[in-house]
């Protein structure tokens, strides 16, 4: 009898089943990056992205630029259009919910998960990265968006690490790709409006996870993000979409 950790590929094609792992393509490294660019809010809501704008810029042939967008196309990160292009999907009403009712439900079970294995060392950079996007909102920069949203993505991405969950994680890196346009713009409205700080929810969150509460770290959690939507619920009060720089439409 053939051990179980023995294993043969049958069939007359077998020498054909596996091939050899190379080193990753360069498609890979567009997809990569343009992938980071979306969940880190460097893209406004409406931007149309061209390939042979986004070719030039990432200094490489079109080839891999098309089938990286075909790929984030796929993932709903961005959308076609009729002229071959493609653009980051307009803010609706209906998008805003719909990915805010999905952040919070996922999102929060992850911090459920996470909590038991945080650490002091998870609440120094946790805290450190707090007074980083504090700095960024104090000194009104014009990419203001960009930099907080890349320390939003950190701040809450070391703690769903910390879940451990290789199930859970792709699926809310999905949700992020598709939400860098709507944290961007909540940035910047924030910028305009002042009031409560920006990272408010952020330490009421630290807080209840060094204090092993799971309850009030799941609704600090859900705080923070709704409030990110509520910013861009207030201009869609005015106009049903929102597009390139937040611009409301009628």
């Known amino acids: 009898m053939r051990k179980a950790s023995e294993i043969v590929i049958a069939g007359p094609d077998r020498d054909d089943a596996l091939s050899p792992v190379g080193r990753e393509t360069l498609q890979d490294r567009v997809y990569a990056q343009l992938r980071n660019s979306l969940i880190n809010g460097m893209f406004d809501a409406g931007d149309v ?5 986004l070719a030039e810029r990432l200094q490489t042939s079109t080839m891999p630029v098309r089938e990286a967008l075909g790929r984030l196309v796929s993932e709903q990160a961005l959308e076609s259009l009729p002229n071959r292009s493609v653009r980051v999907p307009l803010i609706t009403r209906d998008r805003l919910n719909d990915l805010a009712r999905a952040r919070i439900l996922i999102e929060g079970q992850m911090v459920a998960l996470a909590l038991p294995n945080l650490t002091n060392d998870d609440f120094a950079i946790l805290k450190q990265i707090n007074v980083d996007c504090d700095k960024a909102f104090d000194q009104h920069g014009k990419d203001i968006g960009h930099v907080t949203s890349a320390l939003n993505q950190r701040f809450h991405f070391h703690i769903y690490q910390a879940a451990r969950s ?21 940035a910047h409205i924030h910028d305009e409006q002042g009031g409560l700080a920006a990272t408010n929810h952020h330490w009421a969150l630290i807080d209840a996870l060094e204090r092993r509460d ?21 201009r869609l009060d005015r106009a049903p979409y929102i597009t390139v720089e937040g611009a409301s439409h009628d």
């Open 49 to 53: 992205l061209r390939i042979v704008d």
């Open 214 to 234: 799971v309850e009030s770290a799941m609704q600090s959690l859900s705080n923070d993000i709704s409030r990110s939507f509520d910013l861009i619920r207030g």
């Open 166 to 186: 290789q199930v859970l994680i792709p699926i809310v890196e999905s949700l992020w790709l598709q939400s860098g346009a709507i944290i961007r713009k909540a």
